[in-house]
């Protein structure tokens, strides 16, 4: 029975890509890379950067501190992150399951102290018990070590009664590392292939079907 509810940020309850994507562009131009398809930005939007900087947007291992600090002067300083929305259906679905009793935590790759800012100024926060994000530093970065730091601060929660709910395959594959399910989504930035490649235990195109889908499990 699903008691413990962790929820990605980006992409699963937050449409965050327009202010992460000004970010990206901003700290590119700053250093001289030319800015990819939109395609490709998206992708950044999720997973954390030690992985999407080198991988998709290919900034060297010498311009990566400084472009990472241009983008967060953006997006935490200049307040670029409130370029964001709530999804449609989000907010209706995490007031059924906190009125149904189930317990509610963000498990997110974004850094923590931002995470907080942007749930705070959206109106969502209230929903959680608790959110738990990448620390600044990157000692805890990836979905795998969040995952650790929500039962470190939930020691009461058992893995059989907790999933995960995310639209990428970094979350499944922080779940499957940490031996709890994923439930993926499609209404955020990864792909339907991606999550049941990476072993999601169920894909859904709606916040209404993952009522129906809690309740039933």
């Known amino acids: 029975m ?12 937050v449409d965050s890509a327009p202010g992460i994507i000004n970010g990206l562009k901003i700290a590119l131009e700053k250093f001289g890379y030319d800015i990819p398809d939109y395609g490709t930005l998206r992708k950044c939007v999720g997973p954390p950067f030690t992985y999407s ?5 290919h900034i060297k291992d010498e311009d990566f501190d400084g472009a990472v600090a241009a983008y967060r002067y953006y997006y935490d300083i200049e307040n670029g992150l409130f370029n964001a929305d709530v999804f449609e259906g989000v907010e209706g679905l995490l007031q059924a399951l906190v009125k149904r009793g189930y317990n509610l935590i963000v498990c997110t790759s974004k850094p923590e102290p931002t995470a907080r800012k942007l749930l705070d100024g959206l109106g969502i926060s209230n929903y959680f018990t608790d959110i738990c994000g990448a620390t600044m530093d990157a ?8 995952i650790d730091l ?10 059989d ?3 995960l709910i995310g639209d990428t395959k970094f979350d499944c594959d922080g779940a499957n590392e940490k031996e709890i399910d994923c439930l993926g989504i499609t209404w955020g930035f990864g792909d339907k292939e991606d999550l049941v490649e990476h072993g999601a235990i169920q894909v859904l ?10 309740e039933a499990n």
């Open 205 to 214: 195109d709606e916040p209404s079907e993952v009522l129906d889908y809690i």
């Open 53 to 57: 900087f080198p991988n998709y947007l």
């Open 161 to 163: 009664e907790t999933i």
């Open 150 to 159: 929500c039962f470190e601060r939930a020691p009461w929660m058992i893995k």
């Open 2 to 13: 699903i008691k413990n509810i962790l929820f990605d940020l980006d992409g699963t309850l």
């Open 139 to 146: 000692k805890i970065d990836t979905k795998a070590e969040v």
